[in-house]
């Protein structure tokens, strides 16, 4: 009998053992505006066989120096020791990532480009901040925006940070979760004003029953959005784009255009010398349109050499691109995209850009 008393208890032990989570201290990322592992993450798992294989030029580098684990582990990018700190913690350059001490390699998300995923948003406007819930704890999230000036070509810095979050939330409700991509915390917030073009949103999710504390870079363009994401999709860095995807419209992500009308958000999806490639995603409001009409202005010196998805003629700077007969009708609150090759540096935002209906 205490022989098979003894039999009970260790295989009651080895089962324990086998039932004890293997990445316990992975826990949350932000999720709107996504971080860049959450969008990579998107970008790069296909759904059919669970691998990683990225098609956004920024996420297949990321990748490519981090890893497959990387994305596998999104909601990771943690200091067991963070303690809350920030500034003076995490060397210069390194912010993305959690410094190196954590429990993942994420150095690939520290690089400094212009064709990351985004998200585009509205300055000064109430948003609804979700947060992965990966596994539930309290504590306090800060999110930082980067100054006016920032350039997304440089590794992020402190100093490239206003000094202060412009939004902080302790212990807010979630939804769903946890051990789930869709379950999360979430708040609304207001975006700080006077902020135009390509931008950073830093998160810091600081625990407070351990010095647990979790950091992201989330890529934001303030263009008039509401919410809509780009570069997920999107293929690697290529002197020539891929094969155009089917004729189709796409719903917008939650929280998507309002008014009539439409508007235009701008993305470069890839860069090489001498040249790029851009995305411009036209969004129907409350009511749906019928036939678009895009227009822009290049900042530089840069000339429109191709076009797919829409039509398109140039004068000087002036760009004005239309719908084919295929796109031209969205429905409302949807979106359609239309992608062109440019010559010279890629813009990392365009002037003047505008979309009409009719």
Not at 26 to 55: F, M
């Amino acid at each position: 009998m205490k022989i098979a008393r003894i039999a009970l208890f260790v295989s009651a032990l080895v089962a324990g053992i086998l039932v004890l989570p293997t990445a316990a201290q992975a826990h949350g990322a932000l999720q709107v505006p996504g971080s860049r592992t959450w969008l990579c993450y998107q970008d790069g798992r296909n759904p059919t066989t669970g691998a990683i294989e990225p098609k956004n030029a920024a996420c297949a580098a990321a990748v490519a120096q981090s890893g497959v684990n990387s994305l596998y582990n999104w909601f990771a990018v943690l200091r067991s020791d963070g303690a809350g700190r920030v500034n003076g913690f995490l060397p210069d350059g390194q912010l993305c990532s959690g410094g190196t001490g954590g429990p993942y390699n994420f150095t690939g998300f520290n690089l400094a480009r212009t064709d990351w995923p985004q998200t585009h948003l509205t300055a000064g406007a109430s948003v609804e901040f979700h947060y992965n819930d990966w596994a539930k704890h309290p504590g306090t999230f800060y999110l930082y925006i980067t100054k006016n000036g920032y350039d997304p070509t440089k590794p992020l810095a402190w100093s490239d940070l206003e000094p202060t979050p412009f939004d902080q939330v302790t212990n807010p409700p979630a939804n769903g979760g946890p051990g789930t991509d869709d379950g999360h915390y979430y708040w609304t917030g207001n975006l700080p004003s006077g902020k135009t073009g390509k931008h950073l949103i830093y998160s810091v999710w600081s625990r407070s029953d351990s010095q647990e504390t979790f950091y992201g870079c989330s890529d934001v363009v303030f263009d008039g959005g509401h919410g809509e994401v780009t570069g997920v999709g999107t293929q690697p860095t290529s002197p020539s784009p891929s094969t155009p995807a089917s004729p189709s419209t796409s719903p917008s992500t939650p929280g998507g255009g309002t008014g009539t009308g439409c508007t235009a958000m701008y993305n470069v999806v890839s860069t090489w010398s001498g040249g790029f490639q851009g995305q411009v995603m036209v969004h129907a409001g409350t009511t749906a349109v019928n036939g678009w009409r895009v227009t822009w202005t290049w900042p530089g010196s840069q000339t429109l050499a191709s076009v797919w998805s829409a039509k398109a003629t140039s004068s000087g700077s002036l760009v004005t691109a239309t719908n084919e007969t295929w796109n031209g009708t969205i429905a409302a609150g949807n979106s359609t995209t239309f992608g062109f090759l440019g010559s010279g540096t890629a813009p990392a935002t365009v002037q003047n850009l505008s979309c009409s209906t009719g």
